[in-house]
């Protein structure tokens, strides 16, 4: 029997809640993300930070972002319920009650914005609380329901982390900074995109405007196009502001054109199963690509940073 | 009987864990705070009226 019913009519029976249940509600796997970015960010920005306040800091962000997550479950509860990819989560499961998810996404936004205040600086710290109150206000309460462009804006929130990281050293915001800002913010529309086109009777059955839902699979197709083509030539501004040299121009030359073949495969698909499966394949590349630009991002860019101070 | 005994032993179990899992991320804190402060201020620390 459930202890406490809410307004969807989720049973919910807290005591039961383990451990691991109140790690998921953090949404581990976007932490981990955010975590990178932010350490990419760290590491490119010019100066350096004692090893251990540095951990530390990473580790507020990871916790900022853990509680962006615990508020995001907490008000999408409801659709949360209705969609095959998120019912198993804590919160529309009915292992942890909405009032906790608040309590706890409340109470880790306060302490990861302080700890990193008293680690780093308040500059990072601020750049925190408002990528929390963008990523839990701006996009989950207000774009989410509201519009087809929900991920595009509120794809800002994903891409404030290595920014984050950034000022976290320097205690200030820079071009260099703003280049890796915009480079998240570019790809965050195809991801996304991709994945509600082959999800999407999940978003229609929970209510939420995803562009296909929306404007249809064709404009969704040509959006992606579009933002593919934009993130490719994006991806070589770091090149252009001096953050980088030749090995990382290589790099985003090379995964670069595999997305935008990608993105034109997709565009040129026929409607139907075989459109879903070419979906799926750039969702799935598109992690890969993030993940690989940003380590040789890295890779090249501390070898610049290294070859200016030696 | 046995049904409501063992799933009483389960809660209790699940609540002990979180209790032991809540107690370790505190300590944990504790001991942030004082590297921390120790990082942040150094031998400076010391260095105050008493």
Known sequence: ?310 | MNDLKAEDDALKAARRKRSVALGLVLGVVVLVFYALTIVKMGPAIFNRPL
């Open chain 1, 1 to 310: 029997m459930a202890l406490v019913e809410d307004t969807v009519g989720i049973g919910y029976a807290a005591a039961e809640a383990r451990v691991g249940d109140y790690f998921a509600l953090l949404k581990p796997r976007v932490m981990s993300l955010v975590v990178f970015t932010a350490l990419v960010g760290m590491l490119l920005a010019p100066g350096t930070l004692h090893p251990f306040v540095a951990l530390v800091a990473i580790a507020a962000i990871a916790i900022g972002a853990g509680a962006s997550g615990a508020l995001n479950m907490w008000y999408d509860a409801d659709i949360d319920a209705v969609m095959t990819r998120t019912r198993n989560r804590p919160v529309p499961a009915g292992r942890i009650a909405p009032q906790d998810a608040l309590g706890i996404g409340v109470a880790l936004s306060c302490f990861s914005v302080g700890l990193l205040g008293l680690a780093a600086n308040w500059v990072a710290a601020a750049f925190l609380a408002f990528t929390i109150f963008f990523y839990a206000v701006v996009y989950t309460v207000w774009l989410k329901r509201a519009t087809p462009q929900n991920i595009v804006i509120g794809g800002a929130a994903g891409a404030f982390p290595p920014m984050v990281g950034w000022a976290a050293v320097t205690g200030s915001l820079s071009l260099d900074a703003a280049t890796l800002f915009l480079i998240i913010f570019l790809w965050t529309p195809p991801h996304f995109w991709a994945l509600a086109l082959y999800k999407k009777g999940d978003y229609a059955a929970a209510g939420i405007p995803m562009l296909p839902n929306v404007a249809g699979e064709t404009a969704t197709r040509n959006q992606i196009l579009v933002y593919s083509v934009l993130l490719v030539l994006t991806a070589f501004l770091p090149v252009l502001t001096g953050m980088t040299d030749g090995i990382y121009a290589f790099a985003a030359a090379a995964l670069g054109v595999v997305f935008a073949v990608l993105a034109l495969h997709l565009r040129l698909a026929e409607e139907g199963a075989e459109l879903r499966r070419r979906a799926r394949r750039l969702f799935r590349y598109s992690l890969a690509y993030l993940f690989v630009l940003f380590v040789v991002l890295l890779a090249d860019g501390l070898l610049v940073k290294w070859s200016m101070l030696g």
